[in-house]
């Protein structure tokens, strides 16, 4: 327990900080914090602050820092427009369980409900986004508010909140004491594990004859990478991911069969519907992964693995549900199982790779006309960094073939907007992801359309002279919803055409080493180039401007209505 | 096939958590037919009955979510049959009406309604009882003017025990 005489509300928060481990924030000044920031202006030895260029950045640069590093993302920005523009990043770390702690300042509690200058009720505007949110008015709340902040944040199934603080309880003076917090009563992280529950999977296991497991991020966030791999490799079950569970084991693992969902892989998703037993660890039956529920794995037994027990049969009902966190659970499994053959099931999953490969990944990855394809820019990327990068994404087709095509090495190393699908989540969070696993490459893989709704953290990447590499696919194009116009709405191109500015100008406007590639010939020394730097680079790909994102399961469609073309 | 359901929501008394666990329905377009909140049989817990209209399937996922929430402690859903559920209705008629009609104080007595002041502006009688007792009341009266009328929401106990006592001590461990 650490304790302090007599000191303010704003220096007792930045101690609360210190006490969780945080050294690093994002945030933006303003009125109802600026005694926090004050008191910060002290402390700049411990606690580094990264001014991002508007609130939104600092939100997804505290998730990428976050998701790279298995901490919790720290923000803060004013009262009003400071906090409702977290609001967008605290939605997306909802939906995709990132560990984050906002502090908002807030008018002074005498002006509450008032409509004072940059008043806003942030507590009932984050309130259907947040895993929990508290305002304090009470200096004396500080400390145990904040240790709650940090508990909840990140046990359990992990999650963003938010604590709102008024500024009088800033500047007021208190007997600091400060001691984590290790439980609340009302709130219980990870449900008990029946074993009951173990056996049953196991014996569902035992009979399967085509078995297939899908997973997603729960592995990461349960830090469980070791206990799935061990899973995976004394059952001989073909595993697939979905997109914030990839990274969870090598792609180029033997039993890792590729990614589930509307871009995902042909065999996977074909095979959800030809499975016996399909194994749910860590994920959440998304309807991007599902496609139409009633075709989907009629035909399984669905075993699920799962923290929350509110996901339990909340899309598809599962025959044996087994709570825990992934890291208690799987081992108690992996004891049970054993491996079989599954000879002609992996045969399944090999010929349609080949179909696959004939009919998109070959013209991807290995293309015969002129212009430049995503994939190929991927393919690049894999191997200039030995397939071991740091794979930051923005939202739509670019997103989808970063996730298609990226290979990966070591978890936590996928880190795009999954649930929420933000656009302009990449390059803030590609800044936090390299604050917070320095020692990696990062790369963020961006659309022209995304990059141009955040493009001013342009600035806070040049201030701080974060080595991110930065790569635009620029096709002119808002390209996810054109494709969806060209298949879905007659080729009726409504808004979809972006007439973009000199993009490598405005990096050099920011001092950032930049260029733009045409063709394919420049391709591979201009990312051998900017991987070569030590220092933030922006590449820009000219890639072609109606490509499409295949394979894919039309919206509304069955897994196995897939198409390729 | 939609039914409809008591849920019981036991949670720590806290400011805003009544917007937290109404924006579970509002997210989800359910409407909420009745909502009451007050102290629980245990001190600093407090509890809220919530009717609506839904299938079991339906309830039983906006339970999971309500339970979600980290200052709920618990959260159940019963039906009608497995619940004791009154509401309270308070009706406001003239004075003159009850000395100048015979009738309304037959109706008053017959209803079992209790009257809870009288003065001779107006008088005020309170019913207790099922939703279609205080309908009925409502009526009867209504032919001889209601100055004002209000119902609460649901009040309901369980048939069977809820052991939150237990649950708290063990939360507690």
């Given amino acids: ?565 | 096939m939609e039914k409809k359901y008591t849920i019981s929501i036991y949670t720590e008394n806290s400011v805003g958590l009544l917007n937290r666990v109404s924006a579970i329905f509002q997210r989800r377009h359910i409407n909420i037919e009745s909502i009451t909140s007050s102290a629980s049989e245990i001190e600093k817990v407090s509890r809220f009955v919530i009717v609506v209209s839904l299938s079991e399937e339906a309830v039983k996922k906006v339970v999971g979510q309500i339970e979600k929430q980290i200052e709920v402690i618990k959260a159940f859903y019963h039906t009608d049959e497995e619940t004791i559920f009154q509401e309270s209705a308070l009706y406001k008629v003239a004075s003159k009406s009850l000395f100048e009609e015979r009738h309304i104080q037959n109706i008053i007595k017959n209803s079992h309604a209790n009257i809870v002041t009288v003065n001779t502006e107006f008088f005020v009688i309170e019913k207790t009882g099922f939703r279609h007792e205080t309908e009925q009341l409502y009526s009867d009266l209504a032919p001889y003017g209601l100055l004002q009328f209000v119902r609460s929401g649901r009040i309901s106990v369980t048939k069977s025990p809820m052991n939150i006592k237990a649950l708290l001590t063990r939360l507690n461990d």
């Fill in chain 1, 1 to 565: 327990m650490t304790s302090k005489k007599n000191i303010t509300g704003s220096e007792a928060l930045i101690h609360c900080l210190l006490e969780e481990g945080v050294d690093l924030i994002y945030g933006y000044p303003g009125g109802a914090i600026m005694p926090f920031y004050d008191e910060l202006y002290k402390f700049q030895d411990k606690l580094q602050h990264v001014l991002t260029r508007h609130e939104q950045g600092a939100t997804h640069a505290a998730q990428g820092f976050a998701r790279v590093s298995g901490k919790v993302g720290v923000c803060v920005a004013t009262s009003g427009p400071g906090a409702t523009n977290l609001v967008t990043g605290i939605a997306d770390a909802m939906i995709d369980s990132t560990p984050m702690v906002c502090i908002t300042g807030q008018v002074p509690s005498h002006l509450l409900g008032s409509d004072a200058f940059q008043e806003t009720d942030i507590i009932g505007i984050s309130t259907p986004v947040t895993k929990w949110n508290y305002q304090i008015t009470d200096v004396t709340e500080i400390p145990e508010i904040m240790a709650k902040a940090f508990y909840i944040a990140r046990s359990g199934r992990p999650g963003p909140v938010l604590v709102d603080i008024t500024k009088d309880a800033q500047f007021a003076s208190f007997d600091f004491n400060y001691t984590p917090c290790t439980g609340v009563r009302s709130y219980k992280p990870v449900p008990k594990i029946k074993t009951t529950s173990i056996d049953a999977a196991a014996a569902l296991i035992e009979k399967a004859e085509k078995p297939l497991i899908v997973w997603g991020q729960g592995v990461i966030l349960g830090k469980a990478e070791a206990e799935f791999k061990a899973f995976v490799e004394q059952s001989n079950i073909p595993a697939a991911w979905t997109i914030l569970g990839v990274s969870a084991i090598a792609t180029d693992h033997p039993l890792n069969v590729g990614m589930v969902g509307m871009h995902g892989n042909y065999g996977p998703n074909m095979l959800t519907n030809d499975c016996d037993v399909l194994i749910a660890i860590g994920m959440r039956f998304d309807d991007r992964v599902t496609g139409n529920l009633e075709s989907y794995a009629k035909q399984a037994k669905i075993i699920h693995l799962e923290i929350d027990p509110a996901e339990i049969n909340k899309n598809v009902h599962a025959d044996v549900a087994v709570l825990g966190d992934v890291k208690q659970t799987l081992p108690l499994l992996t004891e049970k199982v054993t491996a079989k053959p599954y000879t002609n099931w992996f045969a399944a999953f090999k010929k349609h790779d080949e179909i696959e490969f004939e009919k998109v990944i070959k013209n991807d990855l290995h293309p015969t006309k002129e212009g430049l394809t995503m994939g190929e820019v991927l393919k690049e990327i894999n191997r200039a960094s030995n397939n071991d990068a740091v794979i930051v994404s923005d939202v739509g087709q670019h997103q989808m073939i970063a996730c298609r095509y990226a290979r990966f090495s070591n978890s936590k190393s996928n880190i795009t907007s999954g649930g929420l699908g933000t656009m302009g989540f990449a390059l803030p969070a590609a800044i936090g992801a390299k604050m917070g696993a320095p020692e990696r490459e990062v790369v963020a893989i961006i659309g022209d359309g995304g990059f141009q709704m955040t493009i001013q953290e342009l600035g806070t990447i040049f201030q701080t002279q974060a080595a991110v590499k930065v790569v635009v696919l620029n096709n002119d194009f808002l390209g996810m919803v054109r494709q969806w116009q060209q298949l879905f709405f007659d080729k009726r191109y409504a808004s979809t055409e972006m007439v973009n500015p000199d993009f490598v100008k405005i990096a050099e406007g920011y001092f950032l080493d930049a260029k733009r590639v045409t063709t394919r010939e420049d391709l591979g020394s201009a990312i051998d180039e900017m991987m070569a730097s030590d220092k933030p680079y922006f590449l820009e790909v000219c890639v072609e401007k109606e490509d499409n994102v295949f394979p894919m399961i039309p919206s509304g469609a069955s897994v196995s209505e897939i198409r390729l073309s």
